[in-house]
């Protein structure tokens, strides 16, 4: 399957890139007619017959976008507040798709340096594993990010696909159950949050959403929040950018989301940009700071030629 989407991703790239060079060729061919016997002219034209330029060019393209989806870098977002006295670090880490299209050491190989930011607070955006990750594997990452340290400890929300909601139980293409998956995020010391909040230290709130993809549905925002102290650095979790006015309404301060990839494949991200939802970074929505990771990995094809993979370290400031 993965070969086939590889195979379907080459393909595009070639398609536009012929279409691209044609245009080039038909403008140029209506540009110097005058030219046309002249030795740069015939360089050009034996080059563009040959069609190595779209092949090259898909080469480099497609390189790079495994070069890039082998990286994981940090992200660094600053937020004030009047809400608190003290200053605190929350490392956001979302869509690592473990085991599946980026190899699982470059994760491993982030929690010593993800340690040395001494983070408060640590948050897993969901979609940490996926269909395609096996048991075995799903088991081993949640080892690796319970090695990660912080004051207040590790929180993790669901995302759309954690629980395998897209493999077929039937057919046996579930490589585990969600009791299995909920015991080995709890048994590394990860408290996950499904519609549910728990206060951080004296002066903040972590308010966890089940997934909007949830088949059993979820709870509606304001009675997740029902009985939270509204004067505290109100922070929810949500693995896709959904709700942020509804929650600036009801006093949320900062929304933590992914989900998006940031497009992962140029120029995707544009279009959800523009078309359906946030896609990547930091947005104001009335009062509220939403920040939208593009993940640690991809997701589908073992390439990224938009945006980076990133795990995301966000400063909140005191105005006091």
């Not at 991703?9 to 038909?26: E, K, T, Y």
């Not at 640590?122 to 990010?145: A, C, N, P, Q």
């Not at 929304?255 to 998006?260: A, I, K, N």
Request: net charge negative; proline share 3%; glycine share 10%.
């Amino acid at each position: 399957c993965l070969l086939w989407r590889m195979t379907i991703l080459i393909a595009l790239h070639l398609m536009v890139l012929f279409f691209l060079m044609d245009v080039g060729a038909f403008v140029l061919r209506r540009a110097g007619r005058k030219h046309r016997e002249e030795r740069g002219f015939r360089i050009a034209r034996r080059i563009y017959r040959s069609g190595l330029v779209p092949v090259c060019l898909t080469c480099l393209i497609l390189g790079y976008g495994a070069y890039n989806m082998g990286q994981i870098v940090p992200t660094e977002y600053t937020i004030s507040t009047d809400k608190i006295q003290s200053d605190y670090r929350v490392i956001l880490i979302t869509d690592t798709h473990y085991d599946t299209v980026q190899n699982p050491d470059v994760l491993k190989s982030k929690i010593e340096e993800m340690n040395v930011w001494e983070p408060d607070l640590i948050v897993l955006g969901g979609d940490i594993v996926e269909e395609g990750t096996s048991k075995k594997s799903m088991e081993e990452v949640f080892r690796v990010l319970g090695g990660l340290k912080s004051t207040f400890g590790t929180y993790y929300v669901y995302g759309n696909h954690d629980r395998q909601y897209y493999a077929d139980a039937a057919l046996g293409t579930r490589t585990y159950t969600v009791q299995e998956l909920q015991k080995a995020i709890e048994s590394n010391g990860i408290t996950i949050l499904c519609d549910s909040w728990v206060p951080v230290g004296e002066e903040m709130v972590l308010a966890g959403r089940n997934d909007v993809s949830a088949m059993s549905g979820r709870a509606a925002a304001k009675d997740l929040l029902n009985g939270t102290d509204r004067d505290r650095f109100i922070i929810t979790a949500d693995h896709q950018p959904v709700e942020t006015k509804e929650n600036a309404k009801l006093g949320v301060d900062l929304q933590l989301s992914g989900h998006t990839h940031a497009g992962q494949i140029f120029p995707a991200g544009y279009f959800t940009d523009w078309f359906l939802e946030p896609n990547y970074g930091k947005y104001e929505k009335e009062g509220c700071t939403l920040i939208v990771s593009s993940g640690a990995t991809g997701w589908g094809f073992p390439v990224r030629t938009q945006e980076k993979c990133e795990y995301v370290v966000i400063d909140i400031k005191s105005e006091k």
